[in-house]
């Protein structure tokens, strides 16, 4: 699998009277970052500050009339298309793109990375208790969600185990993000093998950006307690670094029995840049975590057979402890080439009552791009992945082998051509061979039509592969049976050697159009093809001791049509309005030698419709009232209803003098507490998410 | 490679170049009548905006010797020689700086710009020469040379992957009796002499 790297160009608000949205100048220039990405590295971030986030734009048209109204550090996030390199155009951007900027973080009171997706057209953000989340792209969800990439400055955090993410250990200072990439649809022809249905690229500033001290404190009734603490400085060989502490407490959600699932979490970490010449950038940072987490889990435990199975509910602690370090050189050879090799080292502890899992990672990538001919721009890359992981068997959870290592290798290439100034078409294809499923190719082709300077049209077919899990191949889990069928007979999960990848082709539209930066839209429609999807076909183990086997296989298929709107309206100078809208069916097919009853509900754990609207009104200067309704269809998980709901956040914040903000935040405000979404496989007890409200003190100094 | 599903997609694909390739052919129609403006021009316009913006920047956040503000009746905000501003900078004439509005004046003789705030120095032959006469001057000189800086110049333009950034010589400043805030020193991509 390949990562992303970080791009610099920056594409935020100023929150002045320039804001783009994300559809258009940003979301060009995010495809194009993205693709460039590959090539620059991080280096080019050394330019924003962490006070402001800056929306920039690629094109003249797109900037205001009197730039002196700008802050210098939005003036220096400008990317201007040089007369010597290949122009930048607005039809790049051949993908579904959603940006979070800085400032939206700030302004949607945002305390870790799920809170910051929930808006997102196309992503299901759901929680299933305080410490644990169910969040996908374009369906499919499921706490052990698998479709999805999510890479913090260029490392991958889904675990190879379940192809899904820890979500309660990706931590991140919210205040030093520069920006989220949200990407709908396949990315595999660069990102590779998990990034089928999306992926996630969170994008923290370049230590430059981060200079001075910050410290922040939240705190309320579900946030008991977030403190912040950040230095940022630069050594006398010009070399700029930041330093920062982060310690989380949330308190436990709702449930009529109790829910014990409070958790906390502590996080060190640093990054360091240095920009040396302009052809050189080089990155190093890294983090270190420790995590408690509670829940309630119920577990399936006795021999089968007389005597009877027992079903204990366990209150425990899942503890965590993680980290890495992240190496990146970009390098500049000519003006229109240039290479950047990343490589990184990622740890993943877990130890719970269920799930145990003790992983090292280590990543190489090189990327390369060069300008061939006039108009084609190529950008190739090889990737290897050496994963190793060790396991503790329990009971319930049991991997075979316990101990394994997985080798993953790609390589990439990519040609974007320019067949006219407004009309780009871009070639790749992505191969790589992974230990579960050997060989797997993932070609695309994609079109961008610049129909004017403020429409694109664009269109894509991609192939993408989801790979299978370690779990998948090797797991043996006690699940607890349904209540109507005797507890004395075990019912397990079993992972299946010859279980195989699952295949997506992918045919997206799209269509934006950004009217002076006034008013926006951007709207995506996708069909998604999807082949050899994972089933679970119960079969009878007569024993002795009997039981029922539930091997991974490979015995559905099904098609997922959707449509994502992102819409935003600059009202007036300090007030925009935006609204987000999705919509999704999900059809999925069981081959006729299936026996499976549960994987085709995955139809139904998703809403058919979302939508969220939200407003950011500026009193003067220093104050800000942020606000915003969200509604998320009902859903059924497992055969449960949940029901449709609607919520409401409003932030207040206020600038009282320069580099200190204070801001009282409510989320959820609408109901006492909802239920949002139920567990899957592994039977932790699901609460409901409650009213939030909390205050929080940022000082820049 | 697995090949299982591989030629229900190829048959995909292949169909969907096709589908593309019609659309191509339609579009070329519509293409010929999309004018197809000079980006390059649009790049350096671009470029020399935010130039504009930046030197009106810096005229914020340095610092010139009280006498040099408080005799003169305006701000003089100058280039010398050939530069490729245009009209962009003459948009800044009658903004205030130091309390003083920004007069902007275009030189090609030396001579002519002693009396100025802030020089941006463009396409010019003598540049040693020019910065030695300058050095004493409470006069911020800018330029986009190569090695301004190095040479004795204040502050520099420098276009890093196609983003305007700056360098500063602290020590030039220094000599020139001018004060730079922080907060360009923070911004600056180097700064060379002692702060």
């Known amino acids: 699998m390949n990562t992303d790297r970080q791009t610099g160009q920056s594409a935020h608000s100023n929150g002045l009277t320039m ?71 607005q039809s790049d951007a051949a993908a579904a793109i959603f940006v979070i900027t800085n400032d939206d973080l700030r302004r949607w009171g945002v305390t870790n990375i799920p809170e910051a997706l929930r808006r997102v057209p196309g992503i299901d953000v759901a929680k299933i208790d305080a410490n644990k989340w169910a969040i996908t792209s374009r369906g499919f969800n499921s706490r052990f969600a698998n479709k999805l990439l999510v890479l913090i400055d260029g490392r991958s955090v889904y675990t190879p185990l379940f192809a899904g993410v820890y979500w309660d250990n990706q931590d991140v200072v919210v205040q030093d993000v520069e920006r989220i990439e949200v990407i709908r649809g396949p990315g595999g022809t ?18 430059a950006d981060t200079q001075g001290d910050m410290v922040s404190v939240t705190a309320g009734n579900e946030v008991k307690g977030i403190g912040v603490a950040r230095h940022g400085g630069k050594l006398k060989n010009g070399i700029d670094y930041r330093v920062y502490a982060k310690y989380s407490d949330y308190d436990e959600a709702y449930s009529s029995s109790g829910a014990h699932d409070d958790w906390r979490t502590g996080q060190l970490g640093f990054r360091s840049d240095w920009v040396q010449t302009d052809r050189d950038s080089i990155t190093f940072q890294g983090d270190y975590y420790r995590g408690k987490a509670g829940q309630q889990v119920s577990i399936a435990t006795g021999t089968a057979g007389p005597p009877p199975t027992t079903i204990n509910q366990v209150v425990d602690d899942t503890e965590t402890e993680g980290g890495n370090l992240l190496f990146r050189w970009s390098h500049m050879t000519t003006s229109s080439s240039d290479f950047a090799l990343q490589i990184y080292y990622d740890h993943v502890g877990l130890d719970g009552t269920v799930l145990y899992e003790d992983r090292d990672t280590l990543d190489i990538d090189f990327q390369h791009r060069f300008q061939w001919r006039e108009d084609h721009d190529v950008v190739w ?25 997985v080798n993953l290798y790609s390589t990439f290439i990519q040609d974007e051509i320019s067949l006219q100034d407004n009309l780009h078409l871009t070639l790749g294809t992505k191969l790589e061979h992974n230990d579960f499923s050997g060989f797997e190719y993932q070609p695309g082709i994609r079109l961008a039509l610049g129909l004017s300077a403020s429409q694109t049209l664009w269109g894509s077919v991609s192939r993408a592969v989801r790979m299978p899990a370690r779990g998948e191949q090797d797991v043996m889990l006690r699940l607890v049976p349904p209540s109507s069928a005797d507890p004395g007979i075990p019912v397990v999960a079993d992972g299946d050697d010859g279980y195989d990848s699952e295949v997506l082709t992918a045919y997206e539209l799209g269509y934006r159009l950004n009217h002076d930066n006034i008013w926006s839209v951007d709207v995506a429609v996708f069909y998604n093809d999807y082949d050899k999807l994972r089933t679970l076909d119960p079969s009878v183990d007569p024993g002795p001791p009997p039981s029922v086997r539930l091997p991974f296989d490979n015995n559905m298929s099904g098609e997922t049509y959707g449509l994502e709107l992102a819409s935003q309206w600059q009202v007036r100078s300090g007030w925009r309005l935006n ?37 950011a009104l500026d009193f003067g200067n220093n104050l800000q009232f942020d606000a915003a309704l969200r509604y998320v269809g009902g859903i059924e998980v497992n055969g449960i209803d949940i029901d449709s709901y609607v919520e409401a956040d409003l932030r207040l914040g206020w600038e009282t003098s320069p580099g200190l903000e204070l801001s009282i935040i409510g989320q959820n405000l609408l109901d006492n507490h909802h239920p949002e979404f139920l567990p899957d496989f592994i039977n932790t007890q699901p609460t409901e998410v409650e009213r939030s409200i909390y205050g929080r003190i940022t000082w820049s100094f | 490679m697995k090949l299982s599903g591989h030629n229900t997609f190829m048959r995909k694909l292949i169909a969907g170049i096709q589908a593309v390739r019609q659309a191509m052919a339609a579009l070329l129609v519509l293409l010929l009548t999309v004018p197809v403006s000079g980006m390059a021009d649009e790049a350096q316009q671009t470029e020399y905006r935010i130039k504009t913006a930046f030197l009106y920047n810096f005229s914020r956040f340095v610092v010139w010797p009280e006498a040099t503000l408080q005799d003169r009746s305006e701000f003089s905000l100058c280039t010398l020689g050939e530069t490729l501003f245009g009209e962009q900078l003459d948009t800044l004439t009658g903004k205030i700086v130091h309390n003083k509005v920004i007069v902007v004046k275009h030189f090609y003789r030396l001579e002519d710009a002693l009396d100025c705030h802030l020089v941006f120095i463009g396409e010019h032959d003598e540049l040693a020469e020019t910065l030695w006469t300058l050095r004493k001057q409470p006069v911020l000189t800018v330029s986009n040379a190569t090695g301004f800086a190095e040479k004795g110049g204040i502050i520099q333009f420098k276009l890093i992957k196609n983003k305007i950034r700056f360098l500063i010589n602290t020590d030039a400043a220094k000599t020139a009796g001018l004060t730079i805030s922080s907060k360009l020193l923070s911004l600056a991509i180097s700064v060379t002499g002692t702060r």
Do not use: C
Request: hydrophobic fraction near 35%.
């Open chain 1, 579 to 615: 609204a987000s809208y999705s919509w999704l069916d999900m059809r999925l097919h069981l081959d006729n030698n299936s026996t499976d009853t549960t994987s085709r509900s995955s139809e139904d754990a998703s809403p058919s419709s979302k939508a969220a609207i939200w407003s």
């Open chain 1, 190 to 207: 660069l990102w590779g093998a998990n990034a089928v249905n999306g992926v996630i690229n969170i994008i923290t500033k370049s230590a």
């Open chain 1, 381 to 405: 890359g090889l990737d290897y992945r050496f994963t190793h992981d060790n396991t503790d068997n329990n009971p319930t959870f049991k991997l075979d082998p316990s101990s394994r290592s």
């Open chain 1, 19 to 89: 804001q783009t949205i994300p559809t258009t100048p940003t979301a060009r220039l995010a495809i194009t970052l993205t693709r460039r990405l590959r090539r620059i590295g991080a280096g080019m971030t050394a330019g924003m500050l962490a006070a402001l986030s800056v929306q920039a734009a690629t094109l003249d048209d797109t900037l205001p009339d009197d730039l002196t109204d700008m802050s210098m550090e939005a003036l220096m996030n400008i990317e201007i298309t040089s007369v010597a390199k290949k122009p930048q155009k």
